[in-house]
C-alpha cells in the first residue's frame, strides 16, 4: 500500500530462519511516546494528527483491508512529524464487507465492544473505534476505559463508561461520543 500515512515496506529478505523486513524509517518515534512526552494536545493540533490517521487508515480500508491493532504504538512520526501507520501483523484482507468476523484480537484498551462481546463484529467499524480511542487520548492525555483487570475492562468497554475531562470543548466532546456511541 503506497500512501504518504503508512509506512512504506522496501523489501523482505527471507533465509532459512529469519525473515526480514526493510522499512522507512520513522525518525520521529512511534504516539505513545509522543503522547507521554507532551501529556496531551490542544485540538487544532490534535486534529492535525487525526486527519493523517483517518486519511492513512481510510486507505488501507479503501483496499479492503483491516488492521485490527490501531493504537497510539501502532502509529509512527518521521522527521517532518507525518503520521505513519505501521504494524500490519494481524491485518486481515475482507473480500466481504457484510460478513462478521469472530476472531478476538487487537489491544485490549482499544478494543470496541463488539469484540468484547464476541458475538461478531464488523472489522472496518472495530477499526474505527478504536480511532475514537486514539482521538481521546490525543486531547485527553489519556485512554478513556481503564480498569484493574482485563475482565474490568471488558465490563467498562461494553457499558461505555467514560469521563471527558473539562478541558474538552463541546464540539471535540460531540465528535468523541459520536464514535463511542456506535455513529461509526
Not at 525473515?19 to 525518525?27: D, K
Not at 504516539?31 to 487544532?44: A, D, G, I, V
Amino acid at each position: 500500500m503506497h500512501h504518504k500515512n503508512i509506512i512504506k515496506l522496501f523489501e523482505v529478505l527471507e533465509t532459512k530462519n529469519e525473515i526480514y523486513m526493510v522499512m522507512e524509517y520513522a525518525q520521529g518515534g512511534d504516539l505513545l511516546t509522543f503522547m507521554k512526552n507532551r501529556r496531551s494536545l490542544q485540538e487544532p493540533e490534535a486534529r492535525k494528527i487525526f486527519r493523517q490517521i483517518v486519511n492513512g487508515l481510510g486507505h488501507i480500508h479503501c483496499r479492503s483491508v483491516l488492521h485490527r491493532d490501531v493504537k497510539l504504538d501502532n502509529i509512527l512520526l518521521d522527521s517532518n512529524g507525518t503520521i505513519k501507520i505501521c504494524d500490519f501483523g494481524i491485518s486481515r484482507i475482507i473480500f466481504d464487507s457484510t460478513s462478521l468476523i469472530f476472531e478476538q484480537c487487537g489491544t485490549p484498551a482499544y478494543v470496541s465492544p463488539e469484540i468484547m462481546k464476541d458475538n461478531g463484529y464488523s472489522g472496518f467499524k472495530s477499526d474505527v473505534w478504536s480511532l475514537g480511542i486514539i482521538l481521546f487520548a490525543l486531547v485527553c492525555g489519556q485512554l478513556p476505559f481503564k480498569a484493574a483487570s482485563l475482565s474490568d475492562l471488558r465490563d467498562v468497554i461494553v457499558k461505555g463508561k467514560f469521563v471527558f475531562p473539562e478541558k474538552l470543548s463541546v464540539e471535540g466532546g460531540e465528535k468523541v461520543t459520536a464514535i463511542y456511541s456506535h455513529e461509526y
